[in-house]
């Protein structure tokens, strides 16, 4: 997921955040909009959901992050991965499906050791959807470390792009 | 529900020709201040040439220990083949110490005897005179063998060149997604052999102690498992399928269990497995990563990376008693231990000013020395005679291998043709 789209997503999310704000009535909807009552999206996203499934075929409909980044040896959530979550947490609990976490770090140091640092970051990602009421069961977390790097450069760059969680449809 | 994956597992025994198609070259960047002066003369051979360059290998061997220099073959003024042909003033005038030379017979069979000697050139003392038996398709380890012996004789160490490598490479292929590949190959690259091909991540490769099988960490099930290969037919048994992780595996030095990490209870500890009875047992217990586990000569301890002190140092834990023990204080990351076969010699990857060296300390005297000037490094193995280790680090953006002597003296890199090399694994002595 490049970073303009991970701007571009998080531009649309501040937006319909803003406008969920100014309905009244519009966070109730939205965790009716998934039930395929009326197929119509709710001020959660701005795209179209299809009738019955929130998410489409698409887990970033609406153009809602599905990648969540993090600083070099850490593991907490960024504020924009939060809001993020919180429209994935409605659509989770509105629809349950399987989620595959996938966490990575950057090539520095040892593998094993960032094994361990992947999934404590996917971690990170699955307590806060279960914080919001996500079913645990549907969560699945898996690490990959530094071997699925999604930039190769060995500069700042590009060490921050492989510090990520995705998340995808298992 | 489950998102089917697609990939392919081959499952090939590959022998290449040695040499002309190692994957790996040898890149030396410096060596001692005095390296010793050597020359092997070329072994006379009866009954047929050999496929290989005995006395050639035998320079090479030598010459990659850092130690030594060789005579170059278009120097030498003649080529003795036995104790009485030797005129050491044809060897003083090259400033040669030490000269090896020998002859070798060969039936038609294919067997091969050679006899070979060191003799000493100033003092123009004999110093080895030894015979070594092989076949047609052991040249190398007759070479490696006489190499052995040599160094052995003239530095006091036992010599590491009848040792192999398993290493882990990744190449890009024709539909852009990466290959993955198990390897093993003789220390000086040659002979090498293809164990695991995937579309998923390898990791982690290790040793029995008797040299016959592989352990290793493959995604091949969709995540990461740990899997055991013999050498000797390839065969492969799944060890663990736990979720979460289950990796950095380590056989322990009688053979009898491997001690790993897993995820399974909630975050990343060490357990033993028996091999026999296959039960688990938990070694730590503690909410931090405690990860890289490795064994003490003596088999009483495990060595591993913990960040249970707020970032990453290595611990010791006496697996009878429970004791655990800091080992490292130096800076704010250290990980990945590896002991030399000295017990004594703790070697790890060390973090200074952003920058990833291997480094060693000595668990007696304290003395901490970082070994490497390359700052991407990761991975480090030592040799099972203790003199040089092996790590992975970056060059231009591919991922090597480099070798530097355990008193960081002697440096070289290896190199693959294409893609990156990573994870080295040193066998045990297999002689």
Same mark, same amino acid.
């Given at each position: 997921?490049?970073?303009?789209?991970?701007?571009?997503?998080?531009?649309?999310?501040?937006?319909?955040?803003?406008?969920?704000?100014?309905?009244?009535?519009?966070? !109730?909807?939205?965790? +009716?909009?998934?039930?395929?009552?009326?197929?119509?999206?709710?001020?959660?996203?701005?795209?179209?959901?299809?009738?019955? !499934?929130?998410?489409?075929?698409?887990?970033?409909?609406?153009?809602?992050?599905?990648?969540?980044?993090? !600083?070099?040896?850490?593991?907490?959530? $960024?504020?924009?991965?939060? #809001?993020?979550?919180?429209?994935?947490?409605?659509?989770?609990?509105?629809?349950?499906?399987?989620?595959?976490?996938? %966490?990575?770090?950057? =090539?520095?140091?040892?593998?094993?050791?960032?094994?361990?640092?992947?999934?404590?970051?996917?971690?990170?990602?699955?307590?806060?959807?279960?914080?919001?009421?996500?079913?645990?069961?549907?969560?699945?977390?898996?690490?990959?470390? =530094?071997?699925?790097?999604?930039?190769? %450069?060995?500069?700042?760059?590009?060490?921050?792009?492989?510090?990520?969680?995705?998340?995808?449809?298992? | 529900?489950?998102?089917?994956?697609?990939?392919?597992?081959?499952?090939?025994?590959?022998?290449?020709?040695?040499?002309?198609?190692?994957?790996?070259?040898?890149?030396?960047?410096?060596? *001692?201040?005095?390296?010793?002066?050597?020359?092997?003369?070329?072994?006379?051979?009866?009954?047929?040439?050999?496929?290989?360059?005995?006395?050639?290998?035998?320079?090479?061997?030598?010459?990659?220990?850092?130690?030594?220099?060789?005579?170059?073959?278009?120097?030498?003024?003649?080529?003795?083949?036995?104790?009485?042909?030797?005129?050491?003033?044809?060897? $003083?005038?090259?400033?040669?110490?030490?000269?090896?030379?020998?002859?070798?017979?060969? !039936?038609?069979?294919?067997?091969?005897?050679?006899?070979?000697?060191?003799?000493?050139?100033?003092?123009?003392?004999? *110093?080895?005179?030894?015979?070594?038996?092989?076949?047609?398709?052991?040249?190398?380890?007759?070479?490696?063998?006489?190499?052995?012996?040599?160094?052995?004789?003239?530095?006091?160490?036992?010599? #590491?060149?009848?040792?192999?490598?398993?290493?882990?490479?990744?190449?890009?292929? @024709?539909?852009? @997604?990466?290959?993955?590949?198990?390897?093993?190959?003789?220390?000086?690259? #040659?002979?090498?052999?293809?164990?695991?091909?995937?579309? =998923? /991540?390898?990791?982690? &490769?290790?040793?029995?102690?008797?040299?016959?099988?592989?352990?290793?960490?493959?995604?091949?099930?969709?995540?990461?498992?740990?899997?055991?290969?013999?050498?000797?037919?390839?065969?492969?048994?799944?060890?663990?399928?736990?979720?979460?992780?289950?990796?950095? /595996?380590?056989?322990? &030095?009688?053979?009898?269990?491997?001690?790993?990490?897993?995820?399974?209870?909630?975050?990343?500890?060490?357990?033993?497995?028996?091999?026999?009875?296959?039960?688990?047992?938990?070694?730590?217990?503690?909410?931090?990563?405690?990860?890289?586990?490795?064994?003490?000569?003596? +088999?009483?301890? *495990?060595?591993?990376?913990?960040? @249970?002190?707020?970032? /990453?140092?290595?611990?010791?834990?006496?697996?009878?008693?429970?004791?655990?023990?800091?080992?490292?204080?130096?800076?704010?990351?250290?990980?990945? /231990?590896?002991?030399?076969?000295?017990?004594?010699?703790?070697?790890?990857?060390? @973090?200074?000013?952003?920058?990833?060296?291997?480094?060693?300390?000595?668990?007696?005297?304290?003395?901490?020395?970082?070994?490497?000037?390359?700052?991407?490094?990761?991975?480090?193995?030592?040799?099972?005679? +203790?003199?040089?280790?092996?790590?992975?680090?970056?060059?231009? %953006?591919?991922?090597?291998?480099?070798?530097?002597?355990?008193?960081?003296?002697?440096?070289?890199?290896?190199?693959?043709?294409?893609?990156? *090399?990573?994870?080295? #694994?040193?066998?045990?002595?297999?002689?």
């Amino acid at each position: 997921m490049s970073l303009h789209a991970l701007k571009s997503g998080f531009f649309i999310v501040a937006m319909s955040m803003f406008l969920a704000a100014c309905s009244s009535t519009s966070t !109730d909807d939205a965790a +009716g909009a998934g039930m395929g009552a009326d197929g119509s999206g709710s001020g959660v996203g701005t795209g179209t959901a299809g009738a019955g !499934d929130a998410y489409g075929s698409d887990l970033g409909a609406g153009g809602v992050a599905t990648v969540f980044y993090f !600083d070099f040896d850490k593991s907490t959530l $960024k504020d924009e991965a939060r #809001a993020a979550l919180n429209t994935h947490a409605q659509r989770l609990r509105a629809n349950p499906i399987y989620i595959r976490l996938e %966490g990575h770090g950057d =090539e520095r140091g040892s593998r094993e050791y960032n094994m361990a640092l992947g999934e404590r970051r996917a971690n990170a990602v699955k307590e806060y959807l279960v914080l919001q009421g996500v079913s645990g069961e549907y969560l699945e977390v898996i690490s990959y470390g =530094e071997e699925r790097p999604a930039a190769l %450069g060995s500069d700042e760059g590009s060490w921050a792009l492989n510090r990520r969680v995705e998340m995808t449809r298992r | 529900m489950l998102k089917q994956r697609l990939f392919t597992l081959l499952f090939l025994w590959v022998f290449l020709a040695a040499g002309a198609q190692a994957e790996l070259t040898i890149e030396i960047t410096s060596g *001692v201040d005095n390296p010793t002066v050597i020359a092997v003369s070329p072994v006379a051979m009866q009954g047929g040439m050999l496929a290989e360059d005995i006395s050639a290998i035998v320079a090479a061997d030598l010459q990659r220990s850092g130690l030594f220099t060789s005579v170059p073959r278009e120097n030498m003024l003649s080529f003795p083949r036995n104790q009485g042909e030797i005129y050491y003033r044809d060897w $003083k005038v090259l400033g040669a110490q030490y000269l090896v030379f020998g002859s070798g017979e060969r !039936d038609a069979a294919g067997q091969i005897k050679v006899t070979f000697g060191l003799a000493e050139v100033n003092s123009e003392k004999m *110093v080895l005179n030894q015979v070594v038996n092989g076949t047609d398709a052991s040249v190398r380890d007759i070479a490696h063998y006489i190499s052995d012996k040599v160094y052995e004789a003239i530095t006091g160490v036992r010599g #590491a060149f009848s040792t192999r490598l398993a290493y882990v490479t990744s190449v890009q292929g @024709r539909d852009g @997604r990466q290959i993955y590949r198990l390897l093993v190959s003789d220390a000086d690259g #040659a002979r090498e052999r293809l164990m695991l091909e995937s579309s =998923e /991540p390898l990791m982690s &490769p290790g040793w029995s102690p008797d040299g016959k099988e592989l352990v290793y960490v493959s995604f091949e099930t969709g995540r990461p498992a740990i899997f055991r290969q013999k050498l000797a037919d390839a065969s492969r048994q799944q060890v663990t399928n736990f979720t979460g992780l289950n990796g950095a /595996p380590a056989w322990s &030095p009688d053979g009898r269990k491997l001690a790993m990490v897993l995820s399974k209870d909630g975050n990343p500890e060490i357990y033993l497995h028996d091999l026999a009875s296959k039960q688990f047992t938990r070694l730590t217990n503690h909410f931090a990563i405690d990860t890289e586990p490795n064994w003490t000569p003596d +088999g009483k301890s *495990v060595i591993f990376t913990s960040d @249970r002190g707020g970032s /990453p140092q290595i611990y010791k834990l006496n697996i009878a008693t429970g004791g655990l023990e800091r080992l490292t204080f130096r800076g704010t990351y250290n990980a990945r /231990p590896r002991l030399a076969p000295d017990g004594r010699t703790l070697v790890m990857v060390h @973090r200074d000013k952003g920058q990833f060296h291997i480094a060693s300390q000595d668990l007696i005297t304290n003395d901490f020395r970082v070994l490497t000037g390359t700052y991407l490094d990761e991975s480090p193995t030592v040799a099972p005679n +203790g003199a040089m280790l092996l790590y992975a680090t970056k060059r231009g %953006g591919k991922g090597l291998l480099a070798a530097v002597s355990i008193d960081a003296g002697v440096r070289f890199f290896l190199p693959t043709r294409e893609g990156d *090399v990573r994870e080295p #694994a040193w066998s045990p002595f297999l002689n």
